[in-house]
């Protein structure tokens, strides 16, 4: 074997032994993990990231910054520097309310800007209070609250308009986990939570038990892309219901495809569909955007076995690049993801605390494909080597003298 070749075999082993380290060590939340992944989306946000996401789908300015900053709210609930993660939640709400954060939504809409604007910029409102409890945003956020809450009293179905004709049950689910966090403010808000839940388990997806994708303009089955949003937000509207449409998310979406790591597939078993713009591509049925949020789903549900698979597979499958000062997936190439990534991780509920943790959905052995192909990939290049080994000393001659 040459020498350029027993470098690129040792290369080989060495990128396989990563991946089997990055699959098996603990792969918890890590604050100062994720405030490095929080620095390189920050200097991509500088750079105009925000911008370049507006062009990939039509909320892309929009979520950049807004799960920037709640994943600065995340930290800084955890206690991790608390007076940046104010700071730096202050100035993503400045970015979702500025025009460029407004553009794509009606003023017009009832709520204004429409509920997906409404829901989300409110959430990010309320979780600011809870870091600095600053008296004109406190004002804001009740007022705020009492228009989308008389928004959904007004309203005969629970799921409102986020675009003029258009609605999806997910981004009402945001909007009332807001309300939810409004009424430890102010208890006026509490009966809109409990109206919301009693209609929305009137209008459940008939075939999976779930909350629908869409209502509006035509109805829509469960998909992965918004469960995965909503079983986020479902534990802090309430635990009961959200337990119960948890555990179906689980056995309709969860999947292991090619017995692989654990995975969320865009349409529920036995059913397929397009991709589009939400789920990005689905090689065999699974959504990678959709594995990155339920990712933070396990977590606020106290599925920790689960959300650490998830993790752990991110971890191997990302292709993490990790600097003394930043970490991004992927080489960095899609910022976006990482927000979502950073938002996951940080994930635990709101109002209320950490559930049981559910049965566990995975065995812990499902590394065991992974590790056992990265073995052979490790000592592959050295196959010719331990082939001519193995066959002189089986040699007869082997360990005689000349």
């Known amino acids: 074997m040459t020498v ?46 925000a911008t370049d996401a507006q062009s990939l789908f039509p909320e892309g300015f929009y979520f950049m910054n807004v799960l920037y900053g709640l994943s600065w709210v995340e930290l800084g609930q955890r206690g991790v520097s608390v007076a940046q993660a104010a700071s730096e939640a202050a100035w993503a709400l400045e970015q979702v309310e500025s025009p460029a954060g407004r553009a794509p939504f009606d003023p017009g809409a009832t709520p204004a800007y429409g509920v997906f604007y409404a829901g989300w910029t409110n959430w990010l409102r309320g979780g600011l209070l809870t870091l600095h409890d600053d008296p004109a945003q406190r004002a804001r956020f009740l007022a705020d609250s009492a228009a989308l809450a008389d928004a959904f009293e007004a309203s005969s179905t629970p799921f409102l308009e986020a675009y003029p004709g258009q609605a999806w049950p997910c981004d009402s689910t945001v909007a009332i986990a807001s309300l939810r966090l409004a009424a430890r403010f102010d208890p006026r808000f509490a009966p809109v939570v409990s109206r919301w839940v009693s209609q929305a388990r009137e209008r459940l997806d008939p075939a999976t038990g ?7 303009p035509a109805f829509a089955g469960s998909r992965g892309t918004s469960q995965a949003i909503i079983q986020r937000f479902l534990v802090d509207v309430d635990p009961v219901f959200a337990r119960e449409q948890y555990s179906l998310f689980r056995s309709r979406f969860l999947d292991r495809p090619l017995g692989l790591g654990p995975a969320v597939r865009e349409y529920p078993h036995g059913t397929d569909g397009p991709a589009d713009v939400d789920s990005g591509p689905l090689p065999l049925g699974i959504s990678l955007s959709t594995t990155v949020v339920a990712l933070g789903a396990a977590q606020v549900h106290g599925d920790t076995s689960l959300a650490g698979g998830y993790a752990s597979f991110g971890e191997f499958a990302g292709l993490p690049i990790d600097t003394p000062s930043t970490k991004r997936y992927a080489f960095g190439l899609v910022p976006i993801g990482d927000a979502f990534l950073a938002w996951s991780k940080t994930a635990r509920p709101w109002t209320v605390p950490v559930p049981d943790p559910p049965p566990p959905a995975i065995s812990g052995w499902w590394r065991a494909p992974l590790l056992t192909l990265l073995l052979l990939i490790g000592l592959a290049p050295w196959g010719p080597v331990i082939v001519r080994r193995v066959r002189a000393m089986a040699s007869p001659s082997a360990g005689r003298r000349p």
């Open 4 to 49: 350029l070749r027993r470098v690129l075999a040792a290369l080989v082993s060495v990128l396989a032994l990563a991946g089997a380290v990055r699959l098996v060590a603990p792969a918890t939340p890590d604050p100062s993990g994720v405030r490095r992944q929080l620095a390189f989306i920050r200097a991509a946000l500088d750079d105009g990231a």
């Open 210 to 216: 779930l909350l629908p994708h869409a209502v509006t």
